[in-house]
């Protein structure tokens, strides 16, 4: 697959996450909200506000006055020691549904009915006779805020007892389109305290909270619809309203439900449904219970060991930690926590003005960013190596959730990253595992075109760098090396076939090997014939000059090699070599059924009639022009003479390989010298001088083959001249 299919799949695999998005099914929304909390519990606070406290009906209250409930003078006093102390407001975390028992005119009426008794109380005053009445002259004329609980229904409901709440004190107004209480919480019944204590206090404000899936309060309503016409604040709300001394709240609503609560010029930010995120507060256990805010025993309340001092200006609730009596929540930042603290809480949030915001935007940018990370990991992974996908996936997903936790903290706006990672991790996964399907399907084609062909240093290298290996055909600069052994005709008609293939073996296998180690490419072998190039299919700077080194060690092998075959098989053996290099077009070639890596061009033609003349003039390595040029500093070489390919019209000049650099012996080297000189001079048609050149060679090598074939060549020349048009360049075509 190429990287533009990779880039396709990266791209859907970012569309499907955003359609994903859309639906959020329910396992990914748990992650979502696990995901919430970590962040949370790394950037929460202290309060704030400094205003907020709570006192609690906690084991020592209930040992020093006795068990729940109290008598409601108690509560009474409870809620004049507070005010006597400065609170501002008292929101009572308890419902108080039932008349108070202990009143002594209740347990007259009892006892009159229980027990038939005509019994009377004397001496008690009239005020003392009715412990409710007490309660609500201490409620009555304050800021007090009893507790009501919102049956809750799923749909809007029409049909509600209204008669339940006498006393409702509404203090809602709407503004926006859409305003409809739809879009509220709904409840069809209400659990309140009772009608005196309702009418007394300053108003009643549900302790309702709603969890989320997993049993965890991460946000609460500030607003309940109690059928088609009533709106109950939630007890936080209220507090805020009668510690500010707002008149009326504003819901406002846009197109998609409510858009935010409005307490004079504060808009306190929510969801659609009139529920605001709580920016919980960090937190101590106490005695099981995790607490953030001052809590304070209503036992030292009562003995006025707690007084002003810890109680004026402060918005006050009253709850319970007492065991049995506790209304834990599971929050953010704790598994237990009193459920009067998430109000407590969110008053302070309003206060401090804190409040934790998802935006209705947010939606817009979490599909931005899902689509951002998505196509851009697909484009890192498609342009880089695995182990730079890995890294680019780590940063992705650390850069995420530093966002998310830079927004929270500074300006306490909720990105959620779940989708951006799971877009990350999805890209990643499936990018990767389709990169390395390709790169073990492409390893499998490597080394089955060419691990018999390549060396396993190159074998890894192209394994390990796919990207360098083109199949498909490029233009590129070669070297290309055939060699054939002489007279393999006569060898392979007197050999047995068995012997004929084990005489192969012995003589291909070394040969190999040397060109393998030396980085070249055997392309193919015909016969006894090899044919073998360098810097093809991986690029090689010095291939020239390595392919001359393996032709030099090729035949310095078959110097040792070739006793050993003639005693083995009644044969010596004798191998010519051809050497040219040059542009050539490497690939695939082959049919569609059958494809084979290897060169064509002028250069590979050129060096495939090289490798025939080394017959004309008994040499064992010629190379070619442009071989010669490139290699000329690392090893030394004869000027042999100047051919014309079949084909072509330009002569090029050939050079026999003697060895490396520096290696070849001074007699040798002074053959080359006086033999380049005689055959300059016969190009120059100065023929007696040339053979004189040629003579001196001869005393030095007899029987030197080069200079034999150019003196006989130089006798026909003085007899038949070459044309006019010759000036030196004229040489006999050299065929196949």
């Given at each position: 697959m190429k990287v533009r299919g990779l880039i396709v799949i990266g791209v859907l695999l970012t569309l499907g996450c955003l359609g994903l998005y859309l639906f959020e099914p329910p396992f990914i929304r748990a992650i979502s909200l696990k995901t919430y909390d970590f962040l949370l519990n790394q950037v929460n606070d202290a309060p704030q506000s400094g205003r907020v406290v709570i006192v609690d009906l906690d084991e020592a209250s209930l040992d020093r006055y006795g068990q729940w409930p109290w008598s409601r003078y108690r509560v009474a006093e409870l809620t004049d020691k507070i005010f006597e102390a400065g609170a501002s407001v008292i929101?009572?975390?308890?419902?108080?549904?039932?008349?108070?028992?202990?009143?002594?005119?209740?347990?007259?009426?009892?006892?009159?009915?229980?027990?038939?008794?005509?019994?009377?109380?004397?001496?008690?005053?009239?005020?003392?006779?009715?412990?409710?009445?007490?309660?609500?002259?201490?409620?009555?004329?304050?800021?007090?805020?009893?507790?009501?609980?919102?049956?809750?229904?799923?749909?809007?409901?029409?049909?509600?007892?209204?008669?339940?709440?006498?006393?409702?004190?509404?203090?809602?107004?709407?503004?926006?389109?859409?305003?409809?209480?739809?879009?509220?919480?709904?409840?069809?019944?209400?659990?309140?305290?009772?009608?005196?204590?309702?009418?007394?206090?300053?108003?009643?404000?549900?302790?309702?909270?709603?969890?989320?899936?997993?049993?965890?309060?991460?946000?609460?309503?500030?607003?309940?619809?109690?059928?088609?016409?009533?709106?109950?604040?939630?007890?936080?709300?209220?507090?805020?309203?009668?510690?500010?001394?707002?008149?009326?709240?504003?819901?406002?609503?846009?197109?998609?439900?409510?858009?935010?609560?409005?307490?004079?010029?504060?808009?306190?930010?929510?969801?659609?449904?009139?529920?605001?995120?709580?920016?919980?507060?960090?937190?101590?256990?106490?005695?099981?219970?995790?607490?953030?805010?001052?809590?304070?025993?209503?036992?030292?309340?009562?003995?006025?060991?707690?007084?002003?001092?810890?109680?004026?200006?402060?918005?006050?609730?009253?709850?319970?930690?007492?065991?049995?009596?506790?209304?834990?929540?599971?929050?953010?930042?704790?598994?237990?926590?009193?459920?009067?603290?998430?109000?407590?809480?969110?008053v302070d949030n309003i206060l401090a003005g804190d409040m934790l915001i998802h935006p209705r935007w947010m939606i817009i940018v979490d599909m931005a960013v899902i689509l951002g990370v998505g196509v851009l990991l697909t484009l890192l992974i498609t342009a880089g190596r695995s182990w730079l996908s890995f890294l680019y996936t780590v940063m992705l997903i650390l850069l995420t959730v530093e966002v998310s936790l830079a927004l929270l903290w500074k300006w306490h706006v909720v990105f959620v990253p779940t989708w951006p990672i799971i877009s990350i991790l999805l890209v990643y996964m499936v990018l990767i595992m389709i990169r390395y399907w390709q790169e073990e399907r492409q390893k499998r084609r490597v080394r089955a075109?060419?691990?018999?062909?390549?060396?396993?240093?190159?074998?890894?290298?192209?394994?390990?760098?796919?990207?360098?290996?083109?199949?498909?055909?490029?233009?590129?600069?070669?070297?290309?090396?055939?060699?054939?052994?002489?007279?393999f005709t006569t060898i392979s008609e007197n050999l047995a076939p068995e012997k004929l293939s084990e005489f192969l073996n012995r003589y291909l296998s070394p040969m190999t090997t040397i060109i393998m180690n030396r980085k070249g490419y055997v392309d193919k072998y015909d016969?006894?014939?090899?044919?073998?190039?360098?810097?093809?299919?991986?690029?090689?700077?010095?291939?020239?000059?390595?392919?001359?080194?393996?032709?030099?060690?090729?035949?310095?092998?078959?110097?040792?090699?070739?006793?050993?075959?003639?005693?083995?098989?009644?044969?010596?053996?004798?191998?010519?070599?051809?050497?040219?290099?040059?542009?050539?077009?490497?690939?695939?070639?082959?049919?569609?059924?059958?494809?084979?890596?290897?060169?064509?061009?002028?250069?590979?033609?050129?060096?495939?009639?090289?490798?025939?003349?080394?017959?004309?003039?008994?040499?064992?390595?010629?190379?070619?022009?442009?071989?010669?040029?490139?290699?000329?500093?690392?090893?030394?070489?004869?000027?042999?003479?100047?051919?014309?390919?079949?084909?072509?019209?330009?002569?090029?000049?050939i050079y026999e390989l003697l060895g490396r650099k520096g290696t070849v012996a001074p007699m040798k080297m002074d053959v080359a010298s006086l033999y380049e000189e005689g055959l300059r001079l016969h190009w120059a048609r100065q023929w007696d001088e040339a053979k004189e050149w040629l003579e001196r060679v001869l005393k030095l090598a007899p029987g030197d083959c080069p200079s034999e074939t150019l003196k006989k060549r130089i006798a026909a020349y003085q007899q038949n001249p070459p044309p006019a048009e010759w000036a030196g360049e004229y040489v006999r075509t050299v065929k196949e």
């Open positions: 929101g009572f975390d308890i419902i108080f549904a039932e008349k108070d028992r202990t009143s002594p005119s209740v347990l007259q009426q009892e006892l009159n009915t229980e027990f038939r008794l005509d019994v009377e109380i004397q001496g008690l005053p009239e005020a003392l006779s009715d412990f409710d009445q007490v309660f609500a002259g201490s409620l009555s004329g304050r800021n007090t805020i009893l507790g009501c609980f919102m049956e809750p229904v799923d749909e809007l409901a029409t049909n509600v007892d209204l008669s339940v709440d006498e006393h409702f004190r509404g203090y809602f107004y709407t503004k926006g389109p859409g305003c409809d209480n739809k879009y509220l919480g709904q409840a069809d019944g209400i659990a309140i305290s009772i009608p005196v204590l309702s009418e007394a206090a300053g108003n009643n404000g549900f302790i309702n909270t709603v969890p989320d899936m997993d049993n965890i309060v991460r946000s609460t309503p500030l607003v309940w619809a109690f059928g088609p016409k009533r709106v109950y604040s939630s007890l936080a709300l209220e507090a805020v309203r009668m510690d500010r001394g707002v008149t009326q709240i504003g819901i406002e609503y846009d197109a998609n439900g409510i858009a935010g609560i409005r307490l004079n010029d504060m808009v306190i930010p929510t969801d659609g449904a009139g529920r605001l995120i709580v920016n919980y507060r960090s937190s101590t256990e106490v005695e099981g219970c995790w607490r953030s805010l001052p809590w304070y025993s209503a036992e030292k309340v009562l003995s006025g060991e707690v007084g002003s001092e810890c109680l004026s200006g402060k918005i006050v609730f009253i709850g319970t930690s007492a065991i049995g009596l506790r209304d834990l929540k599971a929050t953010p930042l704790s598994a237990e926590s009193a459920g009067v603290e998430v109000h407590a809480t969110v075109m060419f691990g018999t062909m390549v060396s396993q240093e190159v074998l890894r290298y192209l394994e390990d760098h796919p990207e360098r290996l083109s199949l498909s055909g490029q233009k590129t600069e070669a070297t290309m090396f055939f060699s054939d052994v002489a007279d016969g006894d014939a090899i044919m073998a190039e360098w810097g093809v299919p991986f690029p090689i700077e010095d291939h020239a000059v390595q392919a001359c080194l393996a032709a030099l060690e090729q035949q310095e092998t078959l110097d040792v090699l070739r006793p050993l075959l003639q005693r083995q098989f009644g044969y010596q053996i004798h191998v010519r070599m051809g050497i040219n290099s040059g542009r050539v077009t490497a690939g695939n070639m082959g049919s569609e059924r059958r494809q084979q890596f290897t060169v064509m061009g002028d250069a590979v033609n050129q060096a495939a009639r090289l490798e025939p003349v080394n017959k004309e003039y008994e040499t064992r390595i010629i190379i070619g022009e442009a071989t010669y040029e490139v290699t000329k500093p690392a090893v030394e070489t004869r000027l042999l003479d100047k051919i014309v390919v079949v084909g072509k019209t330009k002569p090029v000049q």
